[in-house]
């Protein structure tokens, strides 16, 4: 009978920063943007000072479950990334609500924030990052089941 050789966990905080930044970037484009619309929430009511009684009584009364559960679960999603957006630094969340809650074009938010090229993107490759970092615990605690954007730097 042999002995099961464990490989050690890897908690390093170390990670693909540029991978990281192009994968999270697509996902806000896209997947972000897809549950938004699926759950109806704009993003005048992601602004909204009452977004949690909003988000959690909008669909209660729907006889169709199916339908039901893919829009409370599309909710719960945007709840979770813009949660997590709001907990980044307040410069990377500003950047971050520009870019992908307003839907702003990188030009319009270098031009909000008055900065150059090089500085806008090393700037927004941090948020995102950051933003990546957020996201897996606000999926966990808000019971997202969102997928995680941190690519591993081995």
Not at 27 to 33: A, P, T, Y
Not at 48 to 73: A, C, H, T, W
Not at 100 to 116: A, I, K, P, S
């Amino acid at each position: 009978m042999g002995i099961l050789k464990q490989e050690p966990i890897d908690i390093s905080l170390a990670f693909d920063r540029q991978a990281t930044s192009v994968r999270t970037h697509q996902f806000l484009v896209n997947d972000f943007q897809h549950w938004m619309m699926l759950s109806g929430i704009s993003k005048y009511d992601l602004r909204s000072p009452q977004l949690d009684e909003q988000l959690n009584s909008r669909y209660k009364s729907n006889g169709q479950e199916e339908r039901v559960f893919r829009i409370e679960m599309a909710t719960t999603k945007v709840k979770a990334i813009y949660t997590a957006i709001s907990h980044c630094r307040a410069d990377h969340a500003l950047l971050l609500r520009l870019r992908y809650v307003d839907d702003l074009y990188d030009q319009q938010v270098m031009n909000q924030l008055g900065v150059e090229k090089t500085q806008y993107y090393h700037h927004r490759n941090a948020a995102l990052c950051e933003f990546a970092e957020r996201l897996d615990y606000w999926s966990i605690m808000l019971k997202a089941e969102l997928p995680s954007l941190i690519v591993s730097g081995k």
